[in-house]
């Protein structure tokens, strides 16, 4: 789970751009002592995601709303299961719902995707499905952590965490061996030296230069398999440029050892759920 202190920002700001004016349709339409129980329900297949920034929505709304998960982080829902429950105030309800599901949809998404792609690995393989930097701005703590519970795994957080040479870093450096020259010199002791390349003459040249992690960009499948046993007992292996679900099997056979997936976050479709709400007095 995240931390509530992590999702304050986020929640109060996604709320701002709903509640700055107000709600006028609940405050106009239903009584302020008006209560309700919503159920948010699956209306397909779905990794469940979220639960926490749902419940964050609410709260932060009207702290005297009660939030039940009903589906624990990670479980497969069916069409028809209730995921959470939030009882209370009819008005506050309604104010938060919108946020609560955008959220929800979100992160659910980028599971049910994550877990597609995890499940496609052969068995026995030793590939990891990994995400990118490629996420919304403002929630990519919480698309990463989304890819965690799909059975992913992430990538670098941001600039600062991790050495990844690429094309245009090996174009401004004069080249293969002086940026991993100049990487190794001034990198923390802790990072390990990976870079980009789009040949096998890229890679030998990375090889040689003492790469510790290559990424193989867009290869196609002979390419890659020549690849991998060059690269076999020098290098971890990483595979990314617009990697599908048809290819997992492949990669893993083959012995990749990671498949960067930018789709995990940019291109996964939103989980529906609805929220049906009932009054209750």
Known sequence: MIADFLLDDVVERALAEDLSGGDVTSAAAVAEEERAVAKAVAHSPLIVCGGNVFARSFYKVDPGLRVEQRMAEGSRAKPGDVLWLAEGSARSILMAERTALNFAQRLSGVATLTRAFVDAIPAGSKLRIADTRKTTPGLRFLERYAVRVGGGHNHRDCLGSAVLI???HIVAAG????????????????????????????????????????MLDNFDSATLQEAVAKASGRALVEVSGGLTLSRVQELGKL????ASVGALTHSAPAADIGLDIERIG
């Open 255 to 258: 012995g990749v050892d990671i």
């Open 166 to 168: 690429k094309d245009n």
């Open 175 to 214: 080249g293969i061996g002086q940026a991993i020259a100049r990487a190794r010199a001034h990198a923390p002791h802790t990072s390990r030296i990976e870079i980009e390349v789009e040949s096998l003459a890229q890679l030998d040249e990375a090889l040689a230069a003492g790469a510790e992690i290559v």
